[in-house]
């Protein structure tokens, strides 16, 4: 039985789909002014394991994030940088759709920009004020907090308690928590509305495009925790008044902060790390067995020996496979004495890894479970009692759990065999060349190899 723990309720509750087998699914984007940091990558990796293992469990699962690509962050970035704000989303949300296919972040069914839904965006802001939850003043269209009753309910906090931090001088708001949903702008970008020209507020982004797909109420709505006060508050408030419907979402996921060496990231403390920066130094397999090792909803610590120790446990994994697949290449005996015992350590290292899965998807506990696993198999392989059709059993298992991990523990021969190929087309382009009797090339090709431990003869 998979369990999920939910923010709302602060416990762990059984999953069970507003719609029986299908689930609906919306994790908060980014906002394509700068380049993605390791912080995203934190929660995107988590979420994708999320929803690998909601489709392993047989779930039809349509997962939705959004992009957002109309902000003041973006205007304000572009204009630093001289290019137009629309030019500079386009950039850097190309950057983040490349960082996502390096980490393998690959089960997201649609991207959802903001700029492509300002009628939904416009609708919804008009149904608000038509049933008293919002006003215009000479600024904007504000939400007006202290009509939504439950204001606060995710954070478990009081709107006086919310607005201690929140207090705002503009003053044509009836409150000093009342959150912009459009915003009146004379300069461009600027979009036309009911209330003159301006731009959308953050939160009503997320609603209207969640609405849109999803219609007023769906089952998970992910994000980090830094979201939850105020965007993810202000989407519910937003959304329970435009559609009448309680809850908006079923199951409120949160992941936990990500710190670098012990301190908050941030630009300030020169520790700030993007997703490209990372990627120079270590392999994406390694930063996302990282992210695994933690459990989602816990902090995490983010240290070059904490990476270096994910690295030398993904090799454990990688020599494992590497041995099994060479020695289902040997003549070993198709079966053994021993195999029962092998079918049970098989088939009891499967159901605790997907007990820890269920138990709100639990990954060090699923990696720990797997460990254990290698531990067993090692200690067969020195004994030589392992047949061939129970290193075809692990080797299935290990791609199983892989898979659900998103995790490639064929990695390393896989690497080996790209390498072999990429060597065997140089040597193959440098006997063409030779035939051409271009040998200035072809012996800077061999100089080439030669200076990476490959040495090549001519006969």
Excluded at 309 to 317: A, C, G, P, T, W
Excluded at 330 to 350: C, F, G, N, P
Aim: net charge negative; glycine share 6%.
């Amino acid at each position: 039985m998979l369990k999920v723990y939910n923010t709302m309720s602060r416990k762990k509750e059984e999953f069970k789909p507003i719609n029986e087998n299908r689930i609906k699914m919306f994790v908060c984007g980014p906002t394509v002014y700068d380049k993605s940091h390791i912080g995203h990558g934190r929660t995107y990796i988590a979420f994708d394991v999320i929803a690998r293992y909601l489709k392993y469990r047989g779930y039809s699962l349509f997962y939705l994030q959004n992009i957002t690509d109309i902000d003041d962050k973006i205007i304000k970035r572009a204009s630093e940088l001289g290019i137009g704000p629309l030019k500079l989303a386009k950039e850097f949300e190309e950057l983040y759709f490349l960082d996502m296919e390096l980490l393998d972040v690959t089960n997201v069914n649609y991207y959802a920009r903001a700029m492509e839904h300002l009628p939904e965006i416009i609708a919804q802001i008009q149904t608000l004020i038509e049933k008293g939850y919002a006003y215009e003043t000479s600024t904007g269209v504000y939400f007006d907090e202290s009509r939504f009753e439950d204001f606060g309910k995710l954070s478990n906090r009081s709107i006086e308690e919310l607005n201690v931090s929140r207090v705002n001088p503009e003053p044509t708001k009836r409150n000093p928590g009342d959150f912009a949903l459009w915003k009146k702008k004379d300069e461009e970008p600027a979009w036309n509305s009911p209330w003159g020209p301006g731009r959308p507020g953050w939160h009503i982004e997320d609603t209207a495009i969640s609405e849109t797909y999803f219609g007023g109420q769906f089952d998970i709505h992910g994000g980090g925790l830094d979201l939850i006060f105020p965007h993810h508050e202000a989407e519910i408030a937003q959304m329970e008044s435009a559609t009448g419907k309680k809850p908006m979402v079923k199951y409120w996921m949160h992941t936990g902060f990500l710190n670098v060496s012990g301190e908050k990231m941030s630009k300030s403390l020169g520790n700030f790390i993007t997703i490209e920066e990372l990627l120079k130094e270590y392999d994406p397999q390694v930063f996302r067995y990282f992210v695994l090792s933690t459990h989602y909803r816990s902090p995490i610590d983010f240290s070059d020996d904490a990476l270096k120790q994910s690295e030398n446990s993904l090799k454990r994994i990688y020599k494992l496979m590497d041995t099994v697949e060479k020695l289902l290449e040997t003549d070993i005996v198709e079966e053994s004495e021993t195999d029962e015992v092998y079918h049970k350590i098989l088939k009891d290292a499967k159901k605790e890894f997907l007990e820890a899965m269920d138990n709100d998807f639990n990954t060090p506990i699923a990696l720990s479970t797997l460990f254990n696993l290698i531990r067993d198999i090692n200690k067969g392989i020195n004994q030589e009692n392992i047949s061939k059709n129970v290193f075809k059993e692990i080797k299935n298992l290990l791609n199983e759990f892989g898979s659900i991990l998103g995790l490639n523990f064929s990695f390393e021969s896989s690497k080996d065999d790209l390498k072999d190929e990429l060597i065997n087309i140089l040597v193959d382009v440098r006997g063409k060349l030779r035939q051409k009797k271009d040998y200035e090339l072809s012996d800077k090709i061999r100089s080439r190899l030669r200076e990476v431990g490959i040495n090549l003869e001519d006969k």
